[in-house]
């Protein structure tokens, strides 16, 4: 079964470090990957999406992937307080319309 | 721009009872259509998926259903709930297969069935 893995517990960094979060998923096919944040009772909302191997950094975000080893990250540099919420790593598989999600991991940015 | 809306936001039910999501897309045509599931500890779990009116494709066996009835409108229903009904429902929209077919996500509906 195709599945997407967050295996990190909850994440507590200190405000202005860097919150690192890992993702692995099982299909080597797999094409897109994306990651979206949610905050405690919100709907997810789109952070970033990566298609290529490398990094793509949109302001403090930065996705890395790695087809080969099969696992995509996320780097949130300078954390804030506001940054705190749940991290959702989604891959859609080859050949699939839908999204598959990991379970989250909960970062906390301590002032 | 797109935007999506469900509704209602929270809503408590008796078990055995009748429930009826909806949810519309405005902003675009011929969207790819979703509804997932989200319960504590378990993650987002797609429920049913649309590419087209009257198109529905179920990924869980259950006793909830969809609807698609005009281009952008989804509805999500259950003739009876049970209590593991319980969950945060969102509805979410894509662009299709050649628009890179990023999810994106409702404010959500919380169903507590009591």
């Known amino acids: 079964q195709k599945e997407v893995e967050q295996n990190s517990g909850p994440l507590s960094v200190p405000e202005g470090a860097i919150a690192s979060l890992n993702c692995t998923y099982s299909d080597r096919g797999s094409q897109s990957f994306f990651w979206y944040r949610q905050y405690s009772g919100k709907s997810p909302e789109l952070i970033m999406s990566i298609y290529s191997n490398g990094d793509k950094e949109d302001g403090r975000f930065t996705a890395q992937l790695n087809k080969a080893s099969q696992y995509v990250s996320l780097l949130i540099r300078d954390s804030q307080p506001s940054d705190s919420a749940t991290y959702l790593c989604a891959v859609r598989f080859y050949g699939n319309n839908r999204l598959a999600f990991g379970k989250g991991n909960q970062v906390v940015v301590i002032p | ?20 999501l909806e949810c519309t897309v405005e902003g675009t045509s011929n969207p790819n259509l979703y509804w997932y599931r989200q319960a504590a500890g378990r993650g987002l779990q797609l429920l049913f998926y649309s590419v087209g009116i009257g198109q529905i494709s179920s990924e869980v066996p259950q006793n909830l259903s969809a609807s698609r009835p005009q281009d952008r409108q989804f509805i999500l229903s259950s003739k009876k709930l ?5 969950g945060f429902y969102l509805c979410a929209w894509s662009g299709g297969l050649f628009s890179g077919n990023t999810i994106y996500f409702g404010e959500g509906s919380w169903l507590t069935v009591v």
């Open chain 2, 1 to 20: 721009s797109q935007t999506i809306h469900q509704w209602p936001a929270t809503l408590v039910q008796p078990v055995g009872s009748p429930l009826s």
């Open chain 2, 82 to 86: 049970l209590l593991s009904d319980s």
